[in-house]
Nanobody, 121 residues
């Protein structure tokens, strides 16, 4: 099984920056796409950004130009650099990863436990 552990959340003022990290550990064959999602109480969990194992990225329109997703495949870690944060970015941020356990095996999506990001003055 794979475990995803997020870190880096916290309280920041509007216009500030935070960097989230998510490290995968455990036994697996490969990690494919990795992504960041966010969720507020009573709302659905929404995609923020996603990155393939080759480095291709996609972002939700509201964070383009402010957030940057990256990954270190050697460390099985994905990052989310968040700049120019706005109160609307306040949410619990979750990372996920599409994991395979064998060469031709199916992909399984695994989630981290979430980290709170609060943007407030």
């Amino acid at each position: 099984q794979v475990q995803l552990v997020e870190s880096g959340g916290g309280l920041v003022q509007p216009g500030g920056s935070l960097r989230l990290s998510c490290a995968a550990s455990g036994s697996f064959f490969s990690i494919n796409d990795m992504g960041w999602y966010r969720q507020n109480s009573g709302k659905e969990r929404d995609l923020v950004a996603i990155i393939s194992n080759g480095g291709s990225t996609n972002y939700v329109e509201s964070v383009k130009g402010r957030f940057t997703i990256s990954r270190d495949n050697a460390k099985n870690t994905v990052y989310l650099q968040m700049n120019s944060l706005e109160p609307e970015d306040t949410a619990v941020y979750y990372c996920n990863a599409a994991v395979t356990y064998s060469v031709l095996g199916p992909r399984y999506v695994r989630w981290g436990q979430g980290t709170q990001v609060t943007v407030s003055s």
